[in-house]
């Protein structure tokens, strides 16, 4: 199994701000198959980023993937007001699948 | 467009079976291009990847639920489900269906989740 790990475990920014979350993988992930996901209190996740690097259909381009080896960042350039949330990665390179245990962006 | 909902008891006795079932609508449970997936959220804490299934049958599930887990496609009502056995307050979670995209074989995430469902586990 796949452990994720996220860091940090929560991100206090303004609006405006960068945002820089980290996903660390115990292993290789096979083809990049690690995604994001953003979630909002009371909401079901959405796909932000898949295979790393490519945004989902409808993603804003604020929003960005990069890897290097077996660590995983996703990029929040300019932070909007409704960017503030829980944010998942997830690799589906292997079963089973696995997610890390979050990341909360919260407004400073 | 594809849309998922979540239905079933929410409340299920300690030992007792969890039953839940994701309606597809707006597209077809048989095609080729999705996997369909379980996955729960205990209140405060992270996601949890249930299982998967392909509209064939074949199944891939957790093995930390696997002896507990049953995951099935029904094509008539293009509904599939999600049977958990012998369940315990550990069991209390959102649980959330979902589909994941795949072209050629290729999986690109899961890109439709249905609301969520809340279960808690308690006599």
């Known amino acids: 199994e796949i452990v994720l790990t996220q860091s940090p475990g929560t991100l206090s920014l303004s609006p405006g701000e960068r945002a820089t979350l980290s996903c660390r993988a115990s292993q290789s992930i096979s083809s990049s198959y690690l995604a994001w996901y953003q979630q909002k209190p009371g909401q079901a996740p959405r796909l932000l980023i898949y295979g790393a690097s490519s945004r989902a259909t409808g993603i804003p381009d604020r929003f960005s993937g990069s890897e290097s080896g077996t660590d995983f960042t996703l990029t929040i350039s300019r932070l909007e007001p409704e960017d503030f949330a829980v944010y998942y990665c997830q690799q589906y390179g292997s079963f089973p699948y696995t997610f890390g245990q979050g990341t909360k962006v919260e407004i400073k | 467009q594809l849309q998922l909902q979540e239905s079933g008891p929410g409340l299920v006795k300690p030992s007792e079976t969890l039953s839940l079932t994701c309606t597809v609508s707006g597209g077809t449970i048989s095609s080729s291009h999705y996997y369909w997936v379980w996955i729960r959220q205990p209140p405060g804490k992270a996601l949890e990847w249930i299982g998967s299934?392909?509209?064939?049958?074949?199944?891939y599930y957790n093995p930390s639920l696997k002896s507990r887990v049953t995951i099935s496609v029904d094509r008539s009502k293009n509904q599939f489900s999600l049977r958990l056995s012998a369940v315990t307050a550990a069991d209390t979670a959102v649980y959330y269906c979902a589909a994941e995209w795949r072209d050629f074989g290729r999986p690109y995430g899961m890109d439709v989740w249905g609301h969520g469902t809340t279960v808690t586990v308690s006599s």
């Open positions: 299934i392909y509209y064939t049958g074949g199944t």
